[in-house]
């Protein structure tokens, strides 16, 4: 089974998550971790208490904010495992792209792919609009 986590620094997973449900409505198989918010949980025991739901036959496709951040830091010491893959720099249009992606389609074909469409949606809308063609 394909899973989720959304991992980055403050709110910005759940403000993810309520963007993520009004287009496609309920999520499954999706953790948030939310670093340095709350409770005075580490970030190891947030990232542990995740993969407590993951098991060898799962793929657990991890977003996180920043590359070089915290949350990537801690969470790149699974990175070796064979089912864990980790993604830096999210935005919405990857989420959706990669969550909507057919389970039975190749993982690392669904990331590449979810990337490469979601760079394109980066777009200086002013530029976009006022430039003669």
């Known amino acids: 089974m394909r899973k989720f986590l959304i991992a980055a620094h403050g709110t910005l997973p759940e403000g993810i998550q309520s963007s993520l449900e009004i287009i496609m409505g309920s999520l499954e198989n999706v953790f948030l971790i939310q670093a340095y918010v709350g409770e005075n949980k580490s970030l190891k025991e947030e990232i542990d208490s995740v993969l407590e739901h993951i098991n060898n036959e799962d793929e657990l496709i991890v977003f996180t904010d920043l590359m070089g951040g ?24 990857l989420l959706l792209e990669v969550l909507l992606a057919d389970p039975s389609s190749p993982v690392l074909e669904v990331i590449e792919t979810g990337i490469n469409n979601a760079r394109n949606q980066i777009v200086f809308v002013n530029k976009l609009i006022t430039t003669n063609k």
Do not use: C, D
Not at 71 to 92: D, H, M, P, R, W
């Open 70 to 93: 915290s949350v990537t830091n801690q969470i790149l010491q699974y990175a070796l495992k064979e089912n864990v893959y980790i993604i830096s720099g999210f935005n919405l249009p």
